[in-house]
């Protein structure tokens, strides 16, 4: 009778893992081939430009490198915590990635469970295909409709509101209404395509569950509360968990499409300002320190997110 793995002595483990490993290679060598792609992009797109962290701690020259910039050690990260400047653009990425949290994270779910309750298959089809189309306009295009859409000269927002005896709107220019414009072209452009994971997530609920909760006479809404909800718990924590490793992204491509020095008071995030200070000033190793602080958090929300998951749900990615 083999020992069990658990008990064999610490380098007679190692081997077995090691053999075993092997072994697996070889008689799926086919599959394990098709990963090498992947692995090497992650390793070149992702990995290989890890090095770049150096820079945070550096007074970097592009003219002199890596090797010969000077060492500076923190320097960088001080001015960035005793930057106002710093302080206002870390405000309005919190601030505008918990209103895409609160209000457009909840928003595909509810489309979804719409979509779900549908019993006309080309109906429900025809208005996925819609909803889900504008993910693969690019940010530029979509700036571009929004921007004619709500113009003071001519939009057709601003000819309804004529048309009402309301005075035109600068969405573009108020600082108390730019961030509305931002949530909602985000809601206009992603929430179809966060529909579908929800949607392919019902396919795993046991319809036998459903059948079995009407006999006992439960109603729609006891259905969608007791077994539907439930039984896409598991995807809603992941996409929630993920969703809060970007948080202090906040949709930086749609902000620098979309917005100018008059709104940057509500609107410079993160990811716009270390665009500005790298390369509209050219001051690599501050932007550095500050895409370096943004990348520390997001690891850190990932992980809590997961723990207290796994702590009080019994869920978690890993």
């Known amino acids: 009778m083999k ?27 086919d ?14 797109f992702k990995y290989t430009p890890m090095y770049g962290i150096v820079i945070a701690f550096k007074d970097f020259n592009i003219f002199t490198g890596f090797a010969d910039s000077p060492w500076v050690g923190g320097k ?26 609160g209000i457009l994270f909840p928003l595909p779910i509810i489309v979804a469970l719409m979509l779900n309750e549908m019993r006309h298959l080309l109906f429900k089809r025809t208005i996925q295909t819609v909803i889900y189309l504008p993910h693969f306009l690019s940010w530029v295009i979509v700036s571009g409709l929004f921007i004619d859409l709500l113009s003071t000269n001519g939009g057709l927002v601003n000819k309804l509101l004529a048309a009402m005896n309301h005075g035109p709107i600068s969405f573009f220019l108020d600082n108390s209404i730019f961030r509305s414009v931002l949530i909602t072209s985000a809601g206009w452009k992603e929430t179809g395509w ?9 396919s795993n609920i046991d319809p036998m569950l459903y059948e079995a909760s009407k006999i006992d006479g439960a109603g729609r809404m006891k259905q969608l509360w007791h077994i539907t909800l439930p039984g896409i718990a598991p995807i809603i924590i992941l996409m929630f968990i993920l969703r809060l490793g970007s948080i202090l992204e906040a949709g930086t491509e749609q902000i620098l499409v ?8 509500v609107s410079d995030v993160i990811g716009s300002y270390v665009y500005r200070m790298g390369l509209g000033n050219q001051d690599y190793s501050f932007s550095t320190a500050v895409g370096m602080f943004e990348a520390v958090i997001s690891f850190t929300l990932v992980i809590t997110g997961n723990a207290l998951s796994r702590k009080y749900l019994q869920r978690g990615i890993w």
């Open 194 to 202: 966060s529909t579908i994971v929800y949607l392919a997530a019902f």
């Open 76 to 101: 960088h990260f001080e001015k960035l915590f005793t930057s106002p400047d710093f302080a206002l653009v870390f405000k309005n990425t919190v601030i505008i990635s918990l209103l895409k949290i």
């Open 258 to 265: 979309m917005y100018n020095p008059v709104v940057y008071k």
């Open 31 to 44: 599959l394990y081939i098709l990963l090498v792609p992947g692995i090497l992009f992650i390793l070149l």
């Open 3 to 29: 020992p069990a793995l658990d008990k064999l002595p610490p380098t007679r483990s190692r081997q077995s893992y090691w053999s075993r490993l092997w072994s697996d290679i070889w008689r799926e060598w």
